[in-house]
T-cell receptor
């Protein structure tokens, strides 16, 4: 398996524009997580899905952020409109169903909003 | 919610020496404690984990200890090598799959 695949690796956009980050989890993993990493706040869980259903979105910072998982092999994180303070590295991770197991992270998307 | 504190934030060691990173957690219900290593430009990668029914676990040069009474756990790296240089994160979770991460420790191994 190629692991968790995220795209794009880098994104530079202007303030106010819509940004869509994409993730393909490892096949067979039922859990998918979106994390944001910044120097100030470290790794923060934004939202996670189980069997394509959002379970906990309490980490989503604002209504400008939304996430979807239309099927087991694809998820998106959208920011609309984007702001400079959204600049961060966004990671997608997936886990199998067994409780308390490893979360496999993707390479991340480095987002810069100017 | 869970609050995980990690110390130190930076650690410089001579090659061959040991490195120790300590974490504390707040939620007594937490029962899974993984450690992740993040290299530059990459996502975090699990290096070792421990569950609450175990006090210590070792994998070659890496070991983790857990004290549930005191709510703290530690990562020990022995015989450090240059390739051990990275950012290390501890994390904790209870039964709901949510990982709460520490702030990270930047480890530099001096040759």
């Amino acid at each position: 398996d190629a692991g968790v695949i995220q795209s794009p690796r880098h994104e530079v956009t202007e303030m106010g524009q819509e940004v869509t980050l994409r993730c393909k989890p490892i096949s067979g993993h039922d859990y998918l997580f979106w994390y944001r990493q910044t120097m100030m706040r470290g790794l923060e869980l934004l939202i996670y899905f189980n069997n394509n259903v959002p379970i906990d979105d309490s980490g989503m910072p604002e209504d400008r952020f939304s996430a979807k998982m239309p099927n087991a092999s694809f998820s998106t994180l959208k920011i609309q409109p984007s702001e400079p303070r959204d600049s961060a590295v966004y990671f997608c991770a997936s886990s199998p169903t067994v409780e308390g197991t490893e979360a496999f992270f993707g390479q991340g998307t480095r987002l810069t909003v100017v | 919610g869970e609050n995980v504190e990690q110390h130190p934030s930076t650690l410089s060691v001579q090659e061959g020496d040991s490195a120790v990173i300590k974490c504390t957690y707040s939620d007594s219900a937490s029962n899974y404690f993984p450690w992740y290593k993040q290299e530059l430009g990459k996502g975090p990668q699990l290096i070792i984990d421990i569950r609450s029914n175990v006090g210590e676990k070792k994998d070659q040069r890496i070991a983790v200890t857990l004290n549930k009474t005191a709510k703290h756990f530690s990562l020990h790296i022995t015989e450090t090598q240059p390739e051990d240089s990275a950012v290390y994160f501890c994390a904790a979770s209870s039964d709901d799959y949510k990982l709460s991460f520490g702030a990270g420790t930047t480890v530099t191994v001096r040759a």
